[in-house]
């Protein structure tokens, strides 16, 4: 990886032309992070989660590496678009209630064979078929397993709160009741264990948690692969032609790869590297999303104030749900203002070295989440800006 300064160098005579605020992806590193995936997938088809991308031409251009096949959406509305796009191979990886996007699934024959939804609830069946409007179409079908991990009998859950079921008799029974059900087709089953895939375990300047994280993950790594087995084995007792079972993400793609059980894997968010997938042991990947905020102030010794920079990530509000000074070096947040709606003021000796309309250079904390706050990305390969494609946001989609 080069040097930092050198890095800066780079991308500010990449963008010497372009106004900031602005978002680019460098092309070396998301491909180097793509290529990354595949080799800690192991042979193993990696299913790209599209909310960690949020554009159609970088989704394009990673399906087109070999080791990825197929997205993983995270709406229905979406999931269509994506599939009118040309996408044939669309997961949708959230149970929906969106009733028109239904009943404009249950009417088209290329819809309906492109895209496929999740389960964890016959409510959720009953709900499809409310919708269909006179849809015949049959609806693809995936069931989830929720992949927590329950220690004391149950009183400890670590793990997100996903689906209800976890045990195989549950997927079983589900599995059973698509079957049963006139216009649905049950073709997959997914295990998202979000507690090892997505929460480092390599903590800088933290070793006590870190080393309690690895453990917890160890443990829940081993749990996890005997029940997805024996869920599988369920599964498939009663829908003998399921086509795919997938787990995984960035942080844990070799592990669930190695699992006999897993047909495919789910990545993302490690084509950008986002700041939240710097603590892992297991992989490095190298920055590849970056946004640029131009210096509009200059209020004092040390202090310099950029336009913009209001950028948290989703999740439970903290420090590391906030973007990061990247390039030049040396640059913080005011602990009393943190990262504004409209400016930003940061603090470090590295300020005074920065002049009116120098660019910032930030980090986001969450992958595709960026991409809400840009209309466009600017493509950078070498030293030069060599495309700029729009994201979702800039092609008048916002699906959440």
């Known amino acids: 990886m080069m040097p930092r300064a050198t890095d800066r160098a780079r991308l500010d005579g990449a963008t010497a032309s372009l106004d900031a605020p602005l978002a680019v992806v460098d092309l070396d590193a998301f491909d180097a992070n793509a290529d990354d995936l595949v080799r800690r997938a192991g042979g193993t088809p990696i299913r790209v989660a599209s909310k960690s991308v949020r554009c159609r031409a970088l989704l394009e251009r990673v399906l087109a590496k070999e080791g990825f096949t197929g997205v993983m959406a995270f709406t229905l509305a979406e999931s269509l678009w994506l599939a009118r796009a040309g996408f044939d191979d669309v997961l949708l990886a959230y149970p929906s209630a969106d009733r028109s996007a239904f009943a404009e699934l249950a009417a088209d024959p290329k819809l309906a064979a492109a895209v496929t939804v999740m389960v964890d609830d016959t409510a959720q069946l009953e709900l499809i078929d409310a919708a269909r409007a006179g849809g015949r179409e049959e609806i693809r079908v995936c069931l989830e397993l929720d992949t927590a991990l329950r220690l004391l009998g149950g009183r400890v859950r670590i793990g997100a709160r996903r689906s209800p079921l976890s045990e195989p008799a549950e997927l079983a029974e589900l599995a059973r009741s698509v079957v049963r059900r006139p216009g649905f087709r049950l073709v997959g089953l997914m295990a998202y264990e979000g507690h090892i895939a997505g929460v480092g375990d390599a903590y800088e300047g933290r070793p006590v948690l870190s080393r309690a994280i690895s453990l917890m993950q160890r443990i829940s790594r081993a749990e996890l692969a005997v029940r997805r087995a024996e869920t599988v084995r369920a ?41 939240l997938f710097d603590d892992y042991s297991s992989f490095s990947g190298r920055p590849a999303a970056l946004f640029a905020l131009p210096v509009v102030r200059r209020p004092g010794v040390g202090v310099v104030t950029v336009l913009g920079g209001g950028y948290p990530a989703s999740g439970a509000a903290g420090p590391d749900r906030l973007p990061t000074p990247h390039l030049p070096t040396g640059l913080r947040f005011d602990g009393r203002e943190g990262a504004g709606e409209v400016q ?6 590295a300020a005074d070295d920065l002049l009116i309309g120098d660019k910032v250079w930030f980090r986001h904390a969450k992958a595709g989440e960026l991409c809400e706050r840009f209309a466009q990305l600017h493509l950078i390969e070498g030293d ?17």
Do not use: K, M
Not at 247 to 255: I, K, L, N
Not at 384 to 400: A, M, N
């Open 235 to 275: 599964v498939r007792a009663v829908a003998p032609d399921l086509e795919f079972v997938n787990g995984g993400g960035t942080g844990s793609v070799q592990h669930t790869a190695a699992e006999e059980a897993v047909t495919e894997v789910a990545a993302g968010s490690g084509l950008y590297q986002p700041r």
């Open 384 to 400: 030069q800006v060599i495309d700029t494609v729009h994201t979702y946001r800039g092609e008048g989609r916002t699906f959440l």
């Open 344 to 349: 930003t003021p940061l603090l470090g000796p």
